[in-house]
């Protein structure tokens, strides 16, 4: 079982670019969420997805987009990037069909880097 | 307005030692209550997970406790070790709709000094 998985590690960009950042849940999770972690902070929920759709979302603006795909993996989207989009970002996976589980496990994150 | 604190905000110890990190919340309504662990630059790694009625859970040397009715709860490490040094996160979930809703402290930054 390879855990919740993310890629890539590591990016840098520049301000205006625009980035795509990846996950794939931990085998046997349905429901995606992604959060932005400044240095030194607490993670921010930005949006979580369940059956290809966005079912909540945090203060984030629309520059910030995602999807999920049929097999569950999701991507995160983020259009003119800000200096203070510099962040760590993470996606958690927990399973939704069935019953909510408890169980909520975090990917490595993907440093970004906006120049 | 759904809140997690948490204190110390940072604190240094020496190896072997213990210590007790705080969680105070105001999430309604209550589901559970979690402590990650964070190395730096890394993903958040689950310790414990208590519901409503469960008011202390250990993971070998990390004991957490919850008040449900002071919405308090605490994180004991027990003869600390090198490798504890990490952020220390406290999160606070309401179930809403037929999911949850996760809402962070900024965490607790543990240093342990040989």
């Known amino acids: 079982d390879a855990g919740v998985t993310q890629s890539p590690t590591h990016l840098i960009k520049t301000r205006g670019q625009q980035v795509t950042l990846r996950c794939s849940p931990k085998?046997?999770?349905?429901?995606v969420s992604w959060y932005q972690q400044a240095l030194g902070q607490g993670p921010q929920f930005i949006f979580q997805?369940?059956?290809?759709?966005?079912?909540q979302r945090g203060n984030f603006p629309d520059r910030f987009s995602g999807h999920q795909f049929p097999n569950y993996s999701s991507e995160l989207n983020v259009n003119a990037l800000l200096l203070g989009d510099s962040a760590l970002y993470l996606c958690?996976?927990?399973?939704?069909?069935?019953?909510?589980?408890?169980?909520?496990?975090f990917g490595p994150g993907t440093r970004l880097l906006v120049l | 307005k759904n809140q997690v604190e948490q204190s110390p905000q940072s604190l240094i110890i020496l190896e072997g030692k213990n210590c007790t990190l705080q969680c105070n919340y105001t999430v309604s309504p209550f589901s559970n209550l979690r402590w990650y662990k964070q190395d730096t630059g890394r993903g958040p790694v689950s310790l414990t997970i208590?519901?409503?009625?469960?008011n202390t859970k250990s993971n070998g040397r990390y004991t957490a406790t919850l008040d449900a009715d002071t919405k308090q709860s605490s994180l004991h490490i027990t003869a600390s070790q090198l490798s504890d040094s990490a952020s220390y996160i406290c999160?606070?979930?309401?179930?809403?709709?037929?999911?949850?809703?996760?809402?962070f402290g900024t965490g607790t930054r543990l240093k342990v000094l040989a």
């Open positions: 085998s046997g999770h349905d429901t």
């Open positions: 997805y369940y059956e290809e759709e966005e079912r």
């Open positions: 208590m519901t409503f009625s469960e």
């Open positions: 958690a996976s927990t399973k939704t069909s069935g019953g909510p589980s408890l169980d909520q496990y």
């Open positions: 999160v606070v979930s309401a179930r809403s709709s037929g999911t949850y809703k996760y809402i």
